[in-house]
């Protein structure tokens, strides 16, 4: 039996299979001009280009980027974005992932110390320590200590000074800082900076068996009503005896009603320092969604280097060469040390009130055993 409408049918089916191909087309177009207008809006080049995302496709997005980027003048310009926290909780990982964006400059140090070294210094002053650079390219800076070091009136300088910046703030289990952040400790005292004076702790356990009570004394439980003047302790605690960073930093809810009064979540960020540890590929899109950057670093770009058991970047620019962190950023997190269980309690102990307080703040919660 033959099918009278065949020919019908055929036309029709390749008029609307046209009309969908050319639609495609007009609208590719126009995602491309208004990337060219604007790069920096927030493009999801997977929406974009659909989830078969062949190297070319996003090879394209990446040349056209950096052409862009070239017809710019250069000046100096204040950074867009700024690391400022938290100490061994993976901000250079965090630094060291976004990188490789093609609208993403480092500065040079990557820890300008810029807020806590110089708290009376001008704009002028800190863009002179800036690289010149293209408009549009967001210039990154990162320095821990701006977190919870003095002056209090960091987060303030910051956002008079740069208003428009947004800020990253990687948080990590406190009691797995401690870790990372005593052997930090001993190797500046014993290898990096021998003559600075004798770190005298052999093993963490000893040092937090010292240092604990006081801090615990010092500072209890958090205690909203009198949140700043404990972190007024905190900070005099530290400015006594350098070595209690280690263990107060963790307090990380002390601090962060401090920036709070100056920057919200549309301009600051708080990354998770476990997810980046399992899986930085997705926390880096979120990043760019955050800071509004064309998607062109993807989840594939990030994979575990089996050896040291840490992440490193994929560079498909370079036959996929491998682009890891270099060993100081390497020495606890992947298992090789640990706290005795008796000194993890004490210290989860000691900071309980203070996560749950952070996550009240945040309204969200971490799952930090
Ligand atoms: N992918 C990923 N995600 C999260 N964290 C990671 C990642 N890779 C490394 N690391 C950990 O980063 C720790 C160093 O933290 P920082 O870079 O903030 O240290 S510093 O304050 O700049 O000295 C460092 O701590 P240690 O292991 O104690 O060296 C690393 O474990």
Known sequence: MSYPYKHTTLVLILLVGSAAFFSIQVFQNLVFAEYQRSPTKPVNSRYFFGNNQDSGSRKELWEMLIKYRQNKTKSRRLPKIIGIGVEKCGTHALLHFLRPHPLIRVTDPTETHFFDEQPDASVQDYLLKLPELEEDIFLMEKTPAYFNFRPSSIPANIKRMVPDAKLLLVLCNPVDRVLSDFYQEWIMFN??????????????????????????????????????????????????????????????????????????????????????????????????????????????????????????????????????LPSAKRRTRNGNKSLPPDVTSKLQELFQSHNEALFKMLGRKFEWK
């Not at 010092?218 to 949140?227: E, L, M």
């Not at 549309?266 to 880096?284: F, K």
């Not at 994979?303 to 682009?323: A, R």
């Open 191 to 324: 290898i990096t900076h021998p003559g600075k004076g004798q770190f005298r702790y052999k093993s963490v356990d000893q040092y937090v068996y010292d240092y604990l009570p006081r801090v615990q004394q010092a500072i209890g439980d958090f205690d909203q009503k009198n949140s700043v003047l404990q972190e007024d302790r905190v900070f005099d605690l530290m400015g006594k005896d350098y070595l209690t960073h280690i263990i107060t930093t963790g307090f990380y809810a002390l601090h962060l009603q401090r920036w709070f009064k100056y920057f919200n979540e549309t301009n600051l960020m708080v990354v998770d320092s476990e997810a980046m540890l399992q899986d930085p590929g997705s926390v880096i899109e979120e990043v760019q969604e955050f800071l509004k950057l064309p998607k062109v670093l993807l989840k594939e770009d990030y994979v575990k280097e089996e050896d040291s058991g840490y992440f490193c970047y994929k560079n498909w620019k370079d036959e996929n060469k491998l682009d890891c």
